[in-house]
């Protein structure tokens, strides 16, 4: 049975970091493409970063270029997301997702529950 479980969320100040993790079980992660979205409180759920399985390559979106990295450690069948110079508009529910195939545009096949992340002073 797949399943997908985050750890790592919490409060932190304007400029401060954070590192996510999410368990995954039940497929290996070279087979699946996997990464990172996030929900802020009434607005739309957005990608914000995804590593693909056939070569390893990395999206991440705009808003957070140069600030987060993704990372994928096969042996612990885990993939972490490093979220630096973290802002207040950073603040959401991040939620690790596993593709069905192994491009970041295949579908979402699960969703880990959620950890809250809170960008404060």
């Known amino acids: 049975q797949l399943q997908l479980v985050e750890s790592g969320g919490g409060l932190v100040q304007p400029g401060g970091s954070l590192r996510l993790s999410c368990a995954a079980s039940?497929?290996?992660?070279?087979?699946?493409?996997i990464g990172w979205f996030r929900q802020a409180p009434g607005q739309e759920r957005e990608g914000v970063s995804c590593i693909k399985s056939t070569d390893g390559s990395i999206l991440y979106a705009d808003s957070v270029k140069g600030r987060f990295t993704l990372s994928r450690d096969n042996a612990k069948n885990t993939v972490y997301l490093q979220m630096n110079s973290l802002r207040p508009e950073d603040t959401a529910v991040y939620y690790c997702?596993?593709?069905?195939?192994?491009?970041?545009?295949?579908?979402?096949?699960?969703w880990g529950q959620g950890t809250q992340v809170t960008v404060s002073s």
């Open positions: 039940g497929f290996t992660l070279a087979s699946r493409a």
């Open positions: 997702a596993v593709r069905v195939g192994a491009m970041c545009f295949d579908s979402v096949d699960s």
